[in-house]
Each structure stands twice: as C-alpha cells, then as structure tokens.
C-alpha cells in the first residue's frame, strides 16, 4: 500500500488509455508465461508486517509521520491510518538458519523502532486489531497524507455511492457506518512471500488456499473491534465490509466483492490475473508509461505497471504478484491471512508452519486440492475466522478411503499438518534445530489450545471481573498484551490473570456504534 501515486484528476481518457494499457499488459503476461521469460528458482521469501502504535493507556497514537521521520529507514513506512505502519523485510533464501535470522532482525527492528516512538510517547504494539479502536479514530481525517491513500478512498467512496457498512454478528454484534475506507485500517497482517516458478504457481498457490484456514485457526489475534467481541478472526469480514464497492443491489447480484477468497482452483498465474480483469473495475486508472507489447517485441522486461496496480487493489488473500528485479521478471505468491503478533517468536512460528506446509502440499503426488472442494476450503476459512482455535473444519480422510471428514483444527494439525510441514521444511533445507523450536511453538499452541485470541478474549473477561468497565477493560487488557509482547516469550505461555490495578484515565463513551 505504500507506492506513492499522484492523487490529480482523471477523466474519461485516463479511464480509456487505462484499460487498454491493462489487456496489453494481460496479453503481455500471457506471452511471458508462452515464452519461459520468467526467472530461475532462488527459494526466496519475503515478510512484511504492519504494527499499531499506542499510548501508555492502550489508546491508538496517530503519529506514524513523526515515528517514522524518527527511525529514518526505509524498511519502516507508512500504512493507511496514522496509527499504523508497516515494516519489510529484506527478501532471504529459505534454507539452513533463515528462521533464526528472521526472527533477529525482527526484534532488533521493533526495539529500535519502540524506542524511537517512545520519543512521542507511543509505543510499537503487533497485533491483528487494536482493542482499543475507536469507530471516531478511524475517519477519513485519521488516514496518513499519502497521495494513493487519499485517491484511493475518493474512488472507493465514488463507486458505492453511500457510507460502507459493518454489520458483523460474533460473540457480540458490530453494526457501524463510515464515510471513508478507514476502517479497514484497524486491520493489521503479517504478509509472507514466496517467489516460484510459473511452473509451480498454481500448486503453491492451491496449497496457500487450502491452507489458509488453518492458518487463521491456529493463529487468530483479532476479536474486538471498536469495543465489542466480534470473530476469533475479525479482520477479514472487517476488511471486505470496509472495502465493499459493492451497492446492496450489486451484492444481490452476486457482484464479487473486491476482498474475495476466490471460488475455484487454478492451473497457471494467468488465471488470477485475468479473474481481477475480468470481474473488477479499475479503481485507479492511472496510466504508466511504458507500451508492454513493444518493449516484449524489443526483447525487454514490461513492469507492467497497469497490471500491478489494479492487481493492488483486488484483496485476495493469496494474492499473484508480478515484479522485476535486476531486470529479471518474476512471479510470488502473497499469503496475507496471518494477522499480525503476538510476539516474534509466534509470528516465526506461523511463517515456519506456513512455508513447511505449502511445500510438502505442493509437492504431493496427490494435490489436497483435488480431494478438497473449492467451496469447503472457502467454508473452512469462514468457520475459522469466527471460532479461531475451537474450530472445526471439514477435511480429506487420510487414506484410499477418500472423502471428507470433520474434525478439530488442534487434532488435524497436530496428527497430519506439523509432520508434513515438518518435511516440507527438510525439504527446503531448514536446520533441525530451528524447524523444532518453531513449530514445536505451534504443537504448544494447539495442547494449550491458546492463541493471541483466545487469550484477548480471557485476559478482557479477567478485567470486567476485576470491576473495570468495558473500556477500561479493552485498555488494561491491552496495556498488559502489550507488555508481554514485548517481553517476547510465546503467547501459549502468558498468564491470563493478572493484577489489573488502577487504569490510566480512559475517556468515556469511546464505543458508542449500535450493538447487541
């Protein structure tokens, strides 16, 4: 979300030379694919992970300009509120000790960034929502002054034509309203990346979706949102709620909404490309200016701009990704299910999960997803976000048996996920020590059957049992996960209770949308 882009008029013409800049640069792809042009495998990863900042009473800090003009690198950047930036890391080779150096990085990155903004009394918090949110902190004035930001948000609001509406029935019910995309801001991930071969794309990318509700599963950390208790997993329906271009006639029609899990299994990398095409309206239709047929024909690398733009702005979560670099084009697969925190080691544990996994899957003779419907997988990830670790998911019988079956996501991945994944780290070529700590975290996690989630919700219900009103509670709650997000040992670990003491002052009345 970071890419500037110049936030000035467009007329009929833009939105003309746009499309046909996006079929050029679509046939373009196509003709890379035909041609073998794309790079040689490297086993790269890449990670970036967007972070909250808040005040010393667990309130959100919207400061990220003067925090970021403080740690002065360009590994930190902006995110669409002010309350969050993002943090990237430089692409590793996954082989040997990567998990380990992974994880370095990341603590020395957030301890430098922590002390910078405590210089503006905030502090760095890594979690999947702040619980602290307020519907009134998140308005189109909250968003960061970048011109994509503000563009995108005009576009957004143009094309559905009346405020977004949240209306989320979990533990509690969310009805909300918003003028701007900004909620979608409270939304903060851990973003991995593989890049692979055209060759393997589609299996890795099968493997990613089936997946990707056990991922959610096992690593829920956002159920509140703007003072109610929502899903184990509330970023998603947040996050398509809060994007939703789609008018309630549009909706009825069966309009894909543009944050869409997908409904069906891929053969090539052109199938995701050509589905946002085809079924997603640009809403940036900003012209680059380069002509992807003739620079093809020249014997040169197209970036395809046009495509990564729109590409931008559909919100899978197992997105395609197109890039260039050393003049060399490659392709990535962007899983962007995990939320992010709660702590280092957590965030390296699901990375570790996610990676060993999707190898051994794409690697099997035979695929899971040939066995699993399309549509189970999409149901699984719904039943996952709402329940989180207690989840049941419907699942191939091991076996020549076939068919499916329903069990729990603690059972599955202890009994079936972690061996495999397991040997798909092996396989890469990850130390033993390093494949043991961190998915042992995940075999810890699911005994325990404790996530970042599950311990919100006990932590909140510690606190109204201690007297606290709801927002006092949401705000001690997490002034306390914050303080042992910082001290860094796994979330399975941390005590529930805790002495709640007297809260900084909290205002009243934070929450106030309709809920039930």
């Not at 110049?6 to 035909?34: F, N, V």
């Not at 794309?38 to 909250?52: A, C, Q, S, V």
Request: overall charge neutral.
């Amino acid at each position: 979300m970071g890419e500037k882009v110049a936030a000035h008029g467009i007329d009929l013409a833009d939105r003309e030379r746009y499309r046909r800049k996006l079929h050029e640069c679509l046939t373009g792809l196509q003709r890379m694919l035909t041609e073998k042009r794309f790079d040689r495998p490297k086993n790269l990863i890449g990670m970036e992970i967007e972070l909250n900042l808040a005040g010393a009473d667990g309130l959100p800090r919207m400061l990220n300009s003067q925090v970021l003009e403080r740690i002065a690198s360009r590994d930190f950047q902006t995110e669409l509120a002010q309350c969050s930036l993002e943090v990237n890391i430089t692409p590793h080779r996954l082989a040997g000790r990567v998990l380990d150096q992974l994880a370095e990085e990341l603590r020395t990155g957030f301890a430098y960034a922590d002390r910078k903004a405590r210089e503006v009394a905030a502090r760095i918090v890594m979690i999947g929502i702040l619980p602290t949110m307020a519907a009134t902190d998140l308005t189109a004035a909250s968003l960061s002054a970048i011109d994509r930001y503000v563009l995108l948000n005009d576009q957004m609001r143009a094309a559905r034509g009346e405020d977004f509406a949240i209306d989320i029935q979990g533990v509690e019910r969310l009805v909300a309203r918003s003028a701007s995309i900004a909620p979608e801001a409270a939304c903060t991930s851990v973003q991995l990346h593989l890049q692979v071969t055209p060759g393997r794309f589609a299996a890795v990318w099968n493997a990613a979706q089936a997946i990707a509700s056990v991922q959610v599963a096992i690593g829920a950390n956002s159920p509140f949102l703007f003072g109610r208790e929502l899903w184990r997993e509330s970023r998603p329906p947040v996050f398509q709620q809060s994007t939703d271009t789609r008018a309630p006639e549009l909706q009825a029609q069966g309009v894909r909404p543009r944050t869409w899990f997908g409904e069906r299994w891929i053969d090539s990398a052109y199938d995701l490309f050509e589905e946002n095409l085809r079924y997603f309206p640009p809403l940036l239709p900003i012209p680059g200016t380069q002509e992807p047929l003739r620079i093809l024909d020249e014997g040169g690398v197209p970036d395809l701009a046009e495509l990564v733009l729109h590409n931008g702005t559909v919100y899978r979560w197992n997105r395609p990704v197109y890039g260039v670099a050393d003049g060399a084009p490659h392709l990535r697969v962007e899983n962007r299910v995990l939320p992010a925190g709660p702590t280092v080691a957590d965030v390296i544990a699901n990375t570790a999960f996610y990676y060993g996994l999707v190898r051994a899957l794409a690697d099997e003779p035979r695929p899971l997803w040939k066995r699993l419907p399309f549509a189970a997988a999409a149901a699984n990830f719904d039943t996952a976000c709402r329940y989180g670790i207690d989840a049941c998911l419907h699942w191939p019988r091991s076996g020549r048996a076939g068919g499916i079956t329903e069990m729990p996501v603690v059972r599955l991945v202890r009994q079936e996920l972690l061996p495999l994944a397991a040997a798909g780290l092996d396989a890469w070529g990850i130390e033993p020590a390093d494949r043991d700590l961190y998915l042992g975290i995940i075999e810890d996690r699911c005994a325990r059957r404790v996530n970042g989630a599950s311990w919100q919700a006990a932590a909140f219900h510690h606190a109204l049992r201690q007297g606290l009103d709801r927002d006092a509670a949401l705000a001690a709650m997490t002034r306390r996960y914050s303080e042992l997000m910082h001290a860094g040992q796994p979330v399975h670990t941390w005590p529930v209770a805790w002495a709640v003491g007297a809260p900084p002052a909290v205002p009243g009345a934070r929450h106030s949308v309709e809920s039930a």
